[in-house]
């Protein structure tokens, strides 16, 4: 064989290896959803919102990002346990986010309870209890144990970031495809 046709081999060899980096990543990004906790009301006392209603009509599972926009000058996240979410207790937090548009990242399956530390705002409602189904169990009415740091913080996105090309899952599975396929034409190249 010679030079040239070894050199085509093996760019073919890279550009196979390059695809199927690509299905396999884009196989992780597309399974995980991003939802925006109470749609476009937002997280917010405004309105009286029925954060309860929100999380039953859906279905989250590990890997999904909830987005958190609120107003940060009247408004925080906290991660609590189930007795804490019950008792609207904020001065033991699991974690505590104040950006004004927190992501978090729901790495475990069970119940993951939030609050509003500010005071009476989870009184009067805002706190949400997002339950992850495991793939196996998804029907299961039993409930899970509370996070032991199974929620963690996705990483923000740009200041100039659009923000609805983030709630759209389907847009981050493009941006993420563009970007393999720029790295593959590099690669080749």
Request: proline share 5%; with cysteine; hydrophobic share 45%.
């Amino acid at each position: 064989m010679g030079g040239g046709a070894a050199t085509a081999t093996a760019a073919a060899r890279r550009a196979a290896l390059a695809a199927l980096l690509a299905v396999a990543v884009l196989a992780g990004v597309a399974s995980a959803a991003v939802y925006e906790v109470g749609d476009k009301t937002g997280w917010t006392v405004m309105g009286n919102p029925n954060y309860a209603a929100w999380a039953a009509s859906k279905t989250f599972h590990k890997k999904d990002v909830v987005v958190f926009t609120y107003n940060k000058q009247y408004h925080n996240v906290m991660a609590v346990s189930k007795a804490d979410y019950k008792n609207c207790d904020a001065s033991k937090p699991i974690a505590t986010w104040s950006t004004g548009n927190d992501s978090v990242v729901l790495n475990t399956t069970g119940h993951h309870y939030f609050i509003c530390g500010f005071t009476g705002h989870c009184a009067a409602g805002q706190k949400v209890d997002i339950r992850v189904a495991s793939s196996s169990a998804a029907s299961s009415p039993a409930p899970a144990p509370a996070p032991s740091g199974g929620a963690t913080a996705a990483p923000s996105p740009h200041p100039n970031a659009a923000p609805k090309a983030l709630l759209a899952g389907r847009s981050v599975a493009a941006t993420v495809a563009a970007s393999l396929l720029s790295l593959a034409a590099a690669v080749l190249a």
